[in-house]
Structure formats: C-alpha cells, structure tokens
C-alpha cells in the first residue's frame, strides 16, 4: 500500500517536472521573440534615442512580406525568408530617411507620436488590401505540425525554430557589434554621436542603417512568429508586450532585451497554468511595474545621472 | 497689431486681457448656450462628446503639455471615473456627488501611478503608465461583482433627488457646465505658483529643482490633477455612452487621447478643445470623405487608422504645435501683415536637451 503510494507521488512529481519543462520550454520561445522586438526597440534606443512604438507593426509586416513571397511570388521558403528579410530592412531604411530623419532633434516625445503614426498607417494599409488584409493566414514552412518527443516531453519544431533561430540571430549580431567596422561604428555613435562624428563616422547614415537593421530583426520575429499564431493585421500588438522585455533588461542594452524577452516569457507561460485566468496577460506588467519601483535601470542598465 | 495699454494693476491678473477676447469669448459663449435650440440633435450629441472629450483632454494637457510627463495609460483614469459614477449612480447615489467620487477615485489612482513615475524619467514613465493601463483594463475585465466584467455594465441617467436627465439638452447643459468649470480651474491654475512650477518641471527638471521646487511633490500632485479630470471626463462619458465595457478603456483609448492633445497643440488649453473637435469631427469627414473614393478603398476597414496616422505624421512633421500652432501663425500673419517672416516660429533643434549624458 505504501509502496504503492510513494511509487504514485514518485510518477506525479515526474509529471510536474516534465510538465514545468514544458512549460519553460514554451515560454522561451514566446520570450525569444518578445526579445527579438524588443532587441528592435533597444537598437533605435541606442542610435536615435527614441523609442519606437512602429515595432510591433514592423513585424506584422515583415510576416506579411514573407507570406507574400510565398504564395504570391510563389518563392521556396528558403528564398522567401531572406528576401522578406531585406525587403524589410530596406523598408527601415527609407523610413529612417524620409519620416524620422527631419524631425531628429526635437523632444523624444515628437518622434514617439511619429511613430505611433507610422504604426496606425502600416496597420491600415495592409488591413485594406482587399481580400488579404483582414484575414488570418497561416504561413506554409517546411517544419509545420512536426513535434519532437523526449522522454515525457513534446517540443514542437515552431518552438525549436524560434529558439534556435534566436540564439544564432543573437551570435550573429554579437560577432557584428564586437568585430565589423560597421558595428563597432554604431556602437562609437550610440555612445557619443558628436565624438563619433569626428572621428570620421557619418552618423546619419549610421542612423538608417540602424533602422534598417531593427526592422529586419523585426522581420525575423514575425516569421518566426507566424506559424504559431497566424499572420494578421493585430499580430503587431505583441510588440506592446515587447515593452516590458526591454525595460526589465534595461533599455539600453542588447543582450539585456534578450534576457528581459526571456523573463517576460517564462512568467507569462508560468501565470498562466499556475495562477488564476486573467493573470497570463497582465504578468509582464506586473513584473515591469515591480521592477521600475524596485530597480528603475533594469537588469543591465547602466546607472547615471546628468550632471549640470 | 494691438498695443495694451496698461493703466491698472488688475489688468494683469484678468482674464481676458483686451476687448477682442471679451467680444470673441462672448460670442462663444453665447453660441454653446443656444446651440440646444440652433443645431439639430445629432450635432447637439457630437458636441456633448466635445465637451467631455475636451475635459479629459484638459487633464492630458495639464500632466503632458504642462507638466512634460507623458501617459500611455490615460484611459485607465477615464475607465476609473466612468465605472465609479456608473456602480454609484446605479445604486441610486445623486450625480454630483458620484461626480466628485470618480474625480477623487481616479485621483488616488493618479497618486498610485504617479508614485513610482518619481523615480523614473522618460521612456520609463511611459512604460509604468502603460502597464498601469493594462492592469486596469484587465482589472475592469475579472472584477465582474462590480464592473459586470466584458458582458458590460448598462448606466442610468444622472438622477439629483426627483430630478432625471434624460433629454439630450440637458445632459448638453450639464457637461458644458463641468466643461467651463474645468477650463477655468486649469486657466486660473496655470496662473498660480503651483502651475508655474509644472511649466518649470516641464522646460528644465535640473533647474526647477535648483529653484527650490519639490518634484515629487508636484509631480505627484500634476498626476493626480491630470488624473482627476479624466476621471470627471470619465464619469460624463459613461452617461453618454450608456454601456461601459473594458475594452472602451483600452491602450488604443489612451493612444486616442494622447492623439488628441498633440494635434491639438501640446502646451496650450486651446489645444485641448481644437484636439477634442478633431478627434469627434474626423471620423465624420472620412465617412463623407468615402462617398468620393472609389468603392475598393473607401470601403477598406483600415481607412480611419490610415487616415489619423497620416494626419499624426503629417501634424508632428510639419506643425508640431499643432492645430493651435497653426492658428497663432495664421493669427500673427493678419496682425503683422505685410511683415510676418517666415523663420518667424522657426522651430529649435534641442539636441542639447538630450537625456544621453555624454
């Protein structure tokens, strides 16, 4: 009998193990890209000092863009991705040149409305494209529906993809920042514009190009998001949940909004089987709130203050 | 040009300061208070949105045109007030006093954000205000006991002893009331020690404080002021609308309204009103606007967020005063003409307002 009994509380705690991976598991994913968006808003924090609430909507786009090249242009999907890729990239750079350059230097605020604009229209444009725009569509990759088992666990491939496909993005972009004259360069302007300026770097265009880059990364989270949740027109609005990433990593750092993305994830993916219904969608919050009480800076941030 | 001649001390403190504002603000208000009886009751409604839009604006005016402090979490005081009037009114309370609740509940709520948006500057406070905003909604959302969470709350007219508002007119009357009395609170407050102080936080934090002016203090007090009149706001809107769901007071609410205030003018108690008219006229001129366009774009559901984003960036690139900026240039081209310059309001670049430090 009591044997028997310990032999249950031994395949229960089992259980709850597998089931807490599981739940880990699904919440890196989630938290990888809220990391990659919010990886987005710390790059234009960094080159503009400006937060850009177009983000979210910039995803949305860069799905859209991959889903078009797929079934419209009928491209291979491992042309598509790339293509989508660029395509936004350079998208970011003509924003950066034609609505966000002419009013650099006015209060932060003006740039955050401009945003919040360039936002509004990307979501209106493509919700008016007829047909397409108000509909859900579901993006064909190679990898969809497969699951891989291990042991007690079930990781499907989207959660694989997404997590490796992070974890290469983020080497990439530390071997960028650390060894290419280009990263070194935008990490000289994040740091002092004018120092930067001097010494030979034309910061402008330094600029754009940082756009560019923040809305190919962009990109990569919404296709990487799409065979999970679908492409449509409001699957921006989880970059308002990309927020929270960058202020628990503190806003200023790249691999602060990665682990930032990563925390908001798992909590998000924990509240939601633990705690009663409702809390799934207000627990990053939560955690933001507590952690600009209890430390303004975030996780990574760097603690300074103006002197006069 | 006008030249004011000064031949009293009260002429300073006075309101309106020469015979053109007496005679326009007359005017004014000789309109609000006959257009019961000069517009038909569709516009008598349009306008009664004006007015309560307008208070909620001058809330936003105050803490974000005033104060520098901007809020992304703006609907969560104006869903406070909405469902403090609507649960009190509903249980028979009379409005007035249910009115001051919502005001002094959205207060609180303003003093518990504004907390710990002390310690943090810029960006930061948008973020603390946004996941206020978020918690509230949800909040509205799961307290289903009191707010009848998503399935609604139905709100009855405003009841004073055996007295009820139910016609249009008279819940026109009553908003414009408030409205007045919110203008002049805000005008007079400007005036004073306390709103000097908010226009000296929002041009240099550094050297309000070197000045000797407490920014908690006022910061928390800014916060809650700007808080209160959205709560007012609220509170009138829940009896306009009549059925108050959470989803009324989402982020999108809160984008509206800082929409509202930027268009309108940041910094100017103008711009509150002209941001207030803009924000109710224009979904009313893209749906005449869609008779013109062709079938494909004017029926697309996408049109109106396309059209206010347009028009935001439109606004922030080019007339980042806003409608009220507009009007001071038209304004300054008739006094001064033939002489008005062109770099006459020429904006300044700030880069040294930088918050980077090197």
Same mark, same amino acid.
């Given at each position: ?199 030979? =770097?034309?910061?402008?265009?330094? %600029?754009?190009?940082?756009? $560019? !880059?923040? +809305?190919?990364? *962009? &990109? #990569?989270? @919404?296709?990487?998001?799409?065979? =999970?949740?679908?492409?449509?027109? %409001?699957?921006?609005?989880? $970059? !308002?949940? +990309?927020?929270? *990433? &960058? #202020?628990? @990593? ?59 | ?358």
């Amino acid at each position: 009998m009591s044997k028997q009994r310990v032999n249950m509380t031994r395949k229960n705690q089992e259980e709850t193990g597998v089931q807490l991976l599981q739940l880990l598991i699904s919440g890196v994913a989630q938290g990888c890209i809220y990391g990659l968006i919010a990886l987005g808003f710390v790059l234009i924090y960094k080159a503009t000092e400006t937060v850009s609430f177009a983000q979210g909507d910039l995803m949305m786009v860069g799905a859209f863009s991959g889903l078009a090249a797929m079934t419209l242009l009928g491209f291979p999907f491992w042309i598509a991705v790339p293509a989508a890729i660029v395509a936004m990239g350079i998208f970011g750079v003509l924003l950066e040149r034609l609505v966000i350059r002419p009013i650099l230097g006015q209060p932060a605020f003006s740039i955050v409305m401009l945003t919040i604009g360039v936002g509004y229209v990307l979501r209106g444009l493509i919700t008016m494209i007829p047909d397409v725009g108000t509909d859900t569509h579901t993006m064909p990759v190679p990898y969809a529906g497969e699951v891989l088992r291990l042991g007690g666990l079930v990781i499907a491939a989207e959660q694989m993809v997404v997590i490796g496909a992070t974890g290469i993005l983020c080497l990439g972009l530390f071997a960028m920042f650390k060894y290419s004259k280009l990263g070194i360069a935008m990490q000289a302007a994040s740091q002092n514009q004018l120092a930067a300026y001097y010494m030979g =770097i034309p910061v402008k265009r330094i %600029n754009g190009l940082v756009w $560019g !880059l923040a +809305a190919g990364v *962009a &990109a #990569v989270a @919404g296709l990487l998001l799409a065979p =999970i949740t679908f492409v449509h027109a %409001n699957m921006g609005f989880i $970059g !308002l949940k +990309a927020f929270p *990433a &960058a #202020v628990v @990593g503190g806003f200023g750092s790249l691999p602060g909004a990665i682990v930032g993305g990563l925390v908001i994830g798992i909590v998000e993916s924990l509240s939601g089987f633990y705690l009663p219904e409702g809390f799934k969608d207000i627990a990053p919050y939560i955690v933001v709130l507590l952690m600009l009480v209890l430390k303004p800076n975030g996780l990574f941030g760097e603690k300074l203050r103006k002197k006069v | 040009m006008r030249f004011i001649f000064k031949t009293e001390y009260n002429q300073d403190i006075t309101l309106a300061k020469h015979g053109g504002h007496v005679f326009w603000y007359s005017l004014l208000a000789i309109f609000l208070v006959l257009a019961p009886w000069a517009l038909p009751e569709y516009w008598l409604a349009q306008m009664t949105f004006v007015l309560i839009y307008a208070v909620v604006g001058l809330g936003l005016m105050l803490l974000a045109g005033f104060t520098g402090l901007f809020s992304l979490g703006h609907a969560a005081f104006l869903g406070v007030g909405a469902y403090t009037q609507a649960v009190m009114v509903n249980a028979g309370v009379p409005f007035p006093l249910a009115l001051v609740c919502a005001g002094v509940f959205s207060a609180i709520a303003g003093v518990i954000v504004g907390l710990p948006a002390l310690r943090v500057k810029g960006i930061y406070l948008g973020m603390a205000t946004l996941a206020f905003g978020f918690i509230v909604e949800e909040g509205m959302a799961r307290w289903e006991s009191v707010t009848g969470g998503n399935a609604g709350l139905m709100v009855t007219y405003p009841k004073l002893g055996g007295w009820t508002l139910d016609s249009t007119e008279e819940f026109y009357f009553l908003c414009l009331l408030v409205t007045v009395g919110a203008t002049l609170a805000i005008v007079n407050l400007l005036r004073s020690s306390t709103g000097r102080a908010f226009v000296a936080i929002r041009d240099s934090e550094i050297s309000a404080q070197s000045m000797g002016i407490h920014l908690a203090r006022y910061k928390t007090l800014s916060f809650a002021l700007s808080a209160a009149l959205a709560g007012i706001g609220g509170a009138l809107y829940a009896h306009k609308i009549q059925f108050l769901s959470p989803e009324q007071f989402s982020i999108i609410q809160s984008i509206d309204l800082l929409l509202m205030v930027v268009i309108g003018g940041l910094g100017s108690i103008h711009g509150a009103f002209l941001g207030a008219i803009f924000l109710i006229v224009m979904p009313q001129l893209i749906a005449l606007g869609k008779d013109f366009l062709p079938a494909a774009i004017g029926g697309a559901a996408g049109l109106q967020g396309t059209v206010y984003g347009m028009v935001l960036i439109a606004f922030v690139l080019f007339e980042p005063m806003g409608l009220y900026g507009r009007w001071l240039k038209v304004r300054t081209w008739f006094q001064l003409f033939p002489f008005y310059r062109r770099g006459l309001f020429k904006r300044q670049k700030s880069f040294q307002k930088s918050d980077r430090l090197k």
